[in-house]
């Protein structure tokens, strides 16, 4: 047999289930915003033609920012 819970008391669950699920949403977004990007090396492009030179580009794991440098 269910439990009996007053409405208020269900109101309050559902709203923290909800800061909940925004809390686990947000993760990782708010810290790009403020620009704590999480940088990891793409493999993929590592050679610039016109430079001749080596270029390592790093891209955000979380929001996918792409930053570059000659190496």
């Known amino acids: 047999m269910p439990e009996v819970v007053s409405i208020a008391e269900a109101a309050r669950r559902r709203a923290?289930?909800?800061?909940?699920?925004?809390?686990?949403?947000?993760?990782?977004?708010?810290?790009?915003?403020?620009?704590?990007?999480?940088?990891?090396?793409?493999?993929?492009?590592q050679f610039d033609v016109r430079e001749g030179k080596l270029v390592t580009v790093r891209r955000c794991a979380r929001c996918d920012a792409v930053k570059s440098s000659l190496d």
């Open 16 to 45: 923290r289930r909800q800061r909940a699920d925004a809390r686990e949403g947000a993760r990782g977004k708010t810290l790009c915003k403020r620009g704590f990007h999480k940088w990891i090396i793409d493999q993929r492009k």
